[in-house]
Nanobody, 119 residues
């Protein structure tokens, strides 16, 4: 089992940027693909971005492609999400998790980090 702690959220104006971090422990972090997900009020949790174990392959939801960048530092057991050109519709609680080829999360969820984008 892996423990996940997200941080870096906050309140930002539309067009602004934030960088989220996710610290993982309890498992060999570098062996697993990692993903970011988000859940807006009243909506189901949705996939945002995925990065493979080495960081050499990434995939994004169409809604964030070209604006968000996922990366990882296996030496620090940390995955990041750089979010640029933020929009009000990006407002959500953001979560990280280990992820499989079908973009499904594999471990228990952390507490998430709130991102609020004002118009």
């Amino acid at each position: 089992q892996v423990q996940l702690v997200e941080s870096g959220g906050g309140l930002v104006q539309a067009g602004g940027s934030l960088r989220l971090s996710c610290a993982a422990s309890g498992r060999t972090f570098g062996r697993y693909a990692m993903g970011w997900f988000r859940q807006a009020p009243g909506k189901e949790r949705e996939f945002v971005a995925r990065i493979n174990w080495s960081g050499g392959n990434t995939y994004y939801a169409d809604s964030v492609k070209g604006r968000f960048t996922i990366s990882r530092d296996n030496a620090k057991n940390t995955v990041y999400l750089q979010m640029n050109s933020l929009k009000p519709e990006d407002t959500a609680v953001y979560y990280c998790n280990t992820i499989n080829q079908a973009f499904a999360a594999l471990d228990y969820w952390g507490q998430g980090t709130q991102v609020t984008v004002s118009s």
